[in-house]
Nanobody, 118 residues
């Protein structure tokens, strides 16, 4: 299993970013895909999950209404569109092949840093 996250950066509060997760080494079209994050000095936090065929989607209360998860099974890629970003969204974001609300036991990728600051 290989997962490569990208798309992070520095953004002002209220701004937007779109994260991507390029997957390989497993049957992507049959896997749950999730995003988790780790803020400085804190543990992993589950953010969102999407079923293999694109529905349903699940979101943590802290991001509901602001983040949208999606996937392109033809390109083995998952996405996280993040709008109305807040300072508390600052974290290292990882994708994972876990089901909703679960945290991965092993982080596969290097993550992508999202920093929300004015």
């Amino acid at each position: 299993v290989q997962l490569v996250e990208s798309g992070g950066g520095l953004v002002q509060p209220g701004g937007s970013l779109r994260l991507s997760c390029a997957a390989s080494g497993f049957t992507f079209s049959r896997a749950w895909m999730s995003w988790v994050r780790q803020a400085p000095g804190k543990g992993l936090e589950w953010v969102s999950s999407i079923y293999s065929n694109g529905r349903p989607e699940y979101y943590a209360d802290s991001v509901k209404g602001r983040f949208t998860i999606s996937r392109d099974n033809a390109k083995n890629t998952a996405f996280l569109q993040m709008n109305s970003l807040k300072s508390e969204d600052t974290a290292l974001y990882y994708c994972a092949t876990t089901a909703p609300y679960e945290l991965p036991t092993r982080i596969r990728g290097q993550g992508t840093q999202v920093t929300v600051s004015s």
